[in-house]
């Protein structure tokens, strides 16, 4: 694989933004599997355009957050987004995604080890990744796993319709 990790450019949003688009979409479908139409229906109803707007804000050149891209034959093929607090030295992978066409070929976890990389080089002492524990995250676990993340810290969302 001939991956070269570049830093965002503001040319390069509508294309993560449908990287993002395809890469969560199985993702979405698959909380309203678990928790059924009429709570996904109020739940998850603005989920998408939600995290386009978070992908917007992340990558806006006012904002904290880093944001490298990866690519191949001149195609962006998927980024990462992470953050660092200087006084607590901790930092932060945030949204990223890979092009499902290119899932499965260390992609993200190239992008990851990237960003684990970058953090260290500035002085921070752990990396967290926040990440879903539905079956639809799976593929996202393992590549931090790959990278190095453990242990971990099961969190649940539960629902009550009204």
């Given amino acids: 694989m001939n991956l070269r990790i ?13 990287i993002r688009a395809q890469a969560f979409a199985p993702v979405f479908r698959s909380f ?39 690519v191949i034959d001149n195609e962006i093929v998927g980024f990462v987004s992470f953050s660092l607090d200087a006084e607590k030295r901790i930092g932060e ?33 752990l990396a967290t990744v926040g990440v879903g524990g539905d079956p639809s995250h799976v ?4 590549a931090y796993e790959k990278a190095g993340f453990g242990p971990s810290l099961p969190s649940l969302w539960m629902y009550r319709l009204l």
């Fill in 93 to 125: 992978i945030g949204l990223n995604a890979v092009h499902p066409d290119h899932a499965g070929r260390g992609i993200g976890t190239t992008l990851y080890s990237f960003a684990i990389d970058h953090m260290k080089r500035s002085g921070m002492l």
């Fill in 32 to 70: 309203q599997n678990f928790v059924g139409e009429p709570v996904a229906g109020l739940a998850f109803a603005g989920a998408d355009a939600e995290q386009a707007e978070l992908l917007a804000s992340v990558c806006d050149s006012q904002s904290s957050w880093q944001v490298y891209v990866g």
């Fill in 6 to 18: 570049r830093p965002f450019e503001a040319a390069d949003l509508e294309t993560l933004q449908r």
């Fill in 139 to 142: 593929p996202a676990r393992r």
